[in-house]
């Protein structure tokens, strides 16, 4: 089970840390993601982190702007993201998949975390 938090209203330029909580003993066996679904468009590929952490992947759209990170003794994964744009305003989901890498396609997904909610206005 993925418990996903830290979502929230946030100014352009601000910056807002997304975490997502698994429960079970084998949190290290999943490749980590982000993804985000704004009103009206498809589910989309933010940003991916291998089991151990050593590799992350990013769309295009959030390269330099946000970071993915991981802490297996905690069972959590992070977003941390920056310099926010009102394009970034979406429902953002954690997303692991067994043995996964840190490239990830919703398809291949094995459990998904409820959405947070990120909105970027002024």
């Known amino acids: 089970q993925l418990q996903a938090s830290g979502g929230g209203l946030v100014q352009p330029g601000g910056s807002l840390r997304l975490s997502c909580a698994a429960s079970?003993?084998?949190?290290?066996?999943?490749?980590m993601g982000w993804f985000r679904q704004a009103p009206g468009k498809e589910r989309e590929f933010v940003a991916g982190i291998s089991r151990s952490g050593g590799s992350t992947y990013y769309a295009d759209s959030v390269k330099g702007r946000f970071t993915i990170s991981r802490d297996n003794a905690k069972n959590t994964v992070y977003l941390q993201m920056n310099s926010l744009e009102p394009e970034d305003t979406a429902v953002y989901y954690c997303?692991?998949?067994?043995?996964?890498?840190?490239?990830?396609?919703?398809?291949?997904?094995?459990?998904w975390g409820k959405g947070t909610q990120v909105t970027v206005s002024s």
């Open positions: 997303a692991a998949r067994w043995w996964g890498t840190a490239t990830m396609t919703s398809d291949g997904v094995n459990y």
């Open positions: 079970g003993r084998t949190f290290s066996s999943y490749g």
